[in-house]
């Protein structure tokens, strides 16, 4: 039960990249981001012994670095295989394609409300997400159709449910904020701030309680909460580290921390930008990853889910991303700086790791170009598809208020549900 | 029931056993001896531990609910019985709290989460409207959310205006709720056993001042199968003359007070909520039907109130059956003052309910000396 809560240091960023030099430039740190609050962090390489075993992820990086000095051919030193990459190249590119194809539609008028796109952020959702099996959970925020992506959620269901019709995923009765898929394990999106980390702590919960009390022995599912940096300074978050560190909970918080709120820069509110630094302060590992760069997300993820998935408890991890577009389809983003666009644009998630494996031997551009071609497929089909389903009936606005098929009040033969003797004894079999 | 418990306590070892084993021939101590008298705060503690015994996934939550057994002693015993992973001492986090049970929920456990006052409700509202009532609506049917908020709720004694508030119209008025109000033993009992086998949210409002109140319970109140029905109220007395429709704590005054009218020839009918929401239309306006006149209850504040939903069912219904407009006894229209004497007066008392009844008969003290 104790767990030594040693202080972890985050990944040390700019030594681990040096093998990755296609990724960034190194000389430009973030643009208006926590670099320079990150610069007095020792560089861990020489204080190992210090490292429990929580730190795994620290030890980690320090490994994937040692093997790839040595060799530079052998393909197993690779950070991923063909088919991973593969797998989270579509990913990624099904995320982005979706995403341009709201922002296209939401502009015709297909889709209304308010619309969060995913776009730059890519690699968190696919580097975490594509690691899990189908029964962990996935619970997110308002910008949620990338994670649901992700998850397996077909892109036409999430495209119908935009398009406010009766085949999407919640049958249009949640909208673009609120993406939840039983099948998919896809607890929801959440609209408030901070309140989808409650809920994806207490799925956690679910997992060790069908352990423990339930006697499921084989019940590993772990549970991944995806949240801003705005989210960070809401007490949901910090009351949630702490019960999920003091239960022991298989849970991974992913910060995606893409610098800005609406128009408030994370800086300007926070008084100690270095998120990931919360973790050790409740006693769990806290990471730090360049949400860029889906091959050292995919790393740092692994780790996490397999601690999760052995019993070991939560983990914080803050990526550092950017969204390539303002905060909602509504908002005029005058308050971010061109040049920090413009810095985080060449540093596009997709195109490193296209580079990565053209440059790795793992695949081709004539492949890379196929998988591009067939998202393209997959989203006009999906957009086909919401445009011919049909709006939702009339009858269908009174529906699924309760679980209890005859809840709100009048069962099917007209008569008050409480007045049946075998009400109870009904809703209790549901 | 005994392969349940046998079960059960096969899974957590022999000491756990044995206090099982003691509390089922206990409870058929009291089986046996049946239509005697039961508190609600028992009624309630024997119905949480007879639908944890009953289904593993039952658990509960809260501040203080374990060790301490509860800040009411509602949970009394259910630690030792059922052990720490099953009654949650949680951090003062209701926020958190609330959210993990909802999210526990989404995955198909039962979670029974104890506020420690209704009033606490408030830092955790956002769960309770936002995750638990809109789920099973905004997945289309694919998350239900089968849990239970439960705690005292309304006007306690001398404790101001933040720990003293009736929030039956708040919960009352969000759909994908369902809102109960029990007010004696029997309603403690059948009431929480029908909302932790719901599938659905139920907001489950105690009284602090009635837990240490006795009533009398019959031996089908006690059998582990008992259950009441969600959305029906009872007919606590009946009468001809006015119908005074209320719940929780207030029941037990209007009781008092129809006592009072019929020493004065009124006859009245008292109609126990029991579920805020649904709420029993039928019943309400059938009773108004019959009496010609209706006086609402209640301990809330009168704007928007439970009463003012009670009042529109029935001029939507019933209007030509009104010999009389409906008298609206509510709270004071202020936050809970602190002194005693202020506090009495603003919340409803018998003689409030006796003077309302009798002007909705035209018997009213003035009316009576012109006439």
Known sequence: MAFSAKIIQPL???????????????????????????????????SRPHFGSASVVAVKSEVIKDSKKPKSDASSNLLITKEEGLEVYEDMILGRAFEDMCAQMYYRGKMFGFVHLYNGQEAVSSGFIKLLKKEDSVVSTYRDHVHALSKGVPASQVMSELFGKTTGCCRGQGGSMHMFSKEHNVLGGFAFIGEGIPVATGAAFTSKYRREVLKEADCDHVTMAFFGDGTCNNGQFFECLNMAALWKLPIIFVVENNLWAIGMSHLRATSDPQIWKKGPAFGMPGVHVDGMDVLKVREVAKEAVGRARRGEGPTLIECETYRFRGHSLADPDELRDPAEKAHYAARDPITSLKKYMVENNLATEAELKAIEKKIDEVIEEAVEFAEESPAPSRSQLLENVFAD?????????????????????????V | MWGIIRQSAGNRGLSISKSQFRCLVQGARSYSSASKEMTVRDALNSALDEEMSADPKVFIMGEEVGEYQGAYKITKGLLDKYGPDRVIDTPITEAGFTGIAVGAAYHSLK?????????????????????????????????????????????????????????AAWFGACPGLKVLAPYSSEDARGLLKAAIRDPDPVVFLENELLYGESFPVSAEVLDSSFCLPIGKAKIEREGKDVTITTFSKMVGFALKAAEILEKEGISAEVINLRSIRPLDRATINSSVRKTNRLVTVEEGF???????????????????YLDAPVERIAGADVCMPYAAN??????????????????????STSMAATG
């Open chain 1, 405 to 429: 098929p005859k809840g709100f009040g009048i069962g099917p033969d007209g008569k008050y549900r409480c007045e049946d003797p075998k009400f109870t004894e009904g809703t209790a079999q």
């Open chain 2, 111 to 167: 979670p029974v989460v104890e506020f420690m006052t209704f009033n606490f409700s408030m830092q955790a509202i956002d769960h309770i409207i936002n995750s638990a009532a809109k789920s099973n609506y905004m997945s289309a049917g694919q998350i239900s959310v089968p849990i239970v908020f439960r705690g005292p709720n309304g006007a306690a004694a001398g404790v101001g205006a933040q720990h003293s508030q009736c929030y």
């Open chain 1, 12 to 46: 040390p960023l700019f030594t681990t990249r040096s093998d990755n030099k296609n990724i960034n430039n190194l000389s430009s740190p973030f643009v208006g981001s926590t670099y320079k609050l990150r610069l007095p962090t020792p560089i861990i390489s020489s």
């Open chain 2, 302 to 320: 009168p704007q928007h109130g439970v009463g003012a939903e009670i009042c529109a069912s029935v001029v939507e219904e019933s209007f030509e």
């Open chain 2, 342 to 363: 202020l506090e009495r007066l603003a919340v409803p008392q018998i003689e409030d309910i006796v003077r309302a009844a009798k002007r909705a008969c035209y018997r």
